[in-house]
C-alpha cells in the first residue's frame, strides 16, 4: 500500500507542475481557442466556455486511463 501512496504523490506533484507551466502562459497557447470555445463580449460582460477544449481533454484523459488499465 505504501506504493500506492508514492505513485498518488507522485502523479500530483506532476500534476501541479504541468498545471504551473500552463498557467504561465508558456504552455499550449491553442488549448482554449479551439473553433468551438464559446466566446461572448457585450460591454463590461465576457462569458467563455472552452467546450472544444475541455471535450478534448476529456477525450485525451479517458484514453490516457484506458490504456494504464490495460
Avoid: E, H
Avoid at 507542475?17 to 466566446?39: C, E, F, K, M, Q
Avoid at 463580449?41 to 490516457?64: E, K
Amino acid at each position: 500500500m505504501q506504493d500506492f501512496g508514492k505513485i498518488v504523490v507522485i502523479i500530483g506533484l506532476v500534476l501541479v507542475a504541468v498545471g504551473a507551466w500552463l498557467w504561465s502562459g508558456r504552455g499550449l497557447g491553442w488549448l482554449g481557442r479551439l473553433p468551438g470555445d464559446i466566446s461572448y463580449q457585450n460591454g463590461d460582460f465576457r462569458f467563455y466556455f472552452p467546450l472544444t477544449s475541455c471535450i478534448l481533454v476529456s477525450a485525451v484523459l479517458t484514453l490516457l486511463g484506458w490504456l494504464l488499465r490495460r
